[in-house]
């Protein structure tokens, strides 16, 4: 499987939802081009483009296999919560604050 890129499988809008248990259709407003991915059991979430630039600096560098950007960030979570919600918190609070500028 030298190369090959690991993907969940995918269901695409129109589909039922496992979570919602909805259609899946896309709102009328959505101005997606195209047709976004459910994947029962995963949520969406959004990173800073900094850390996103990060993950795939790591995903570049398997080869084989090639893992998923969704397996990485799962996997950068769990470690973290593995940490404690200490840290995590801790984290969160520290890249919340403004950088001071030495004089």
């Known amino acids: 499987m030298s190369g090959a890129e690991l993907r969940p499988l995918s269901k695409l809008h129109g589909a039922a939802s496992a979570d919602t248990g909805n259609t899946g259709l896309a709102d009328a407003a959505s101005t997606s081009p195209k047709p976004k991915r459910v994947r029962p059991g995963w949520k969406p979430t959004i990173l800073r483009q900094t850390t996103f630039n990060e993950l795939r600096k790591v995903q570049k560098s398997t080869v084989d296999p090639r893992l998923d950007l969704s397996?990485?960030?799962?996997?950068?979570v769990r470690l973290a919560l593995e940490m404690g919600r200490e840290q995590i918190v801790s984290r969160a609070l520290d890249d919340l604050r403004p950088v001071q500028k030495s004089v």
């Open 71 to 76: 397996y990485l960030t799962d996997a950068c």
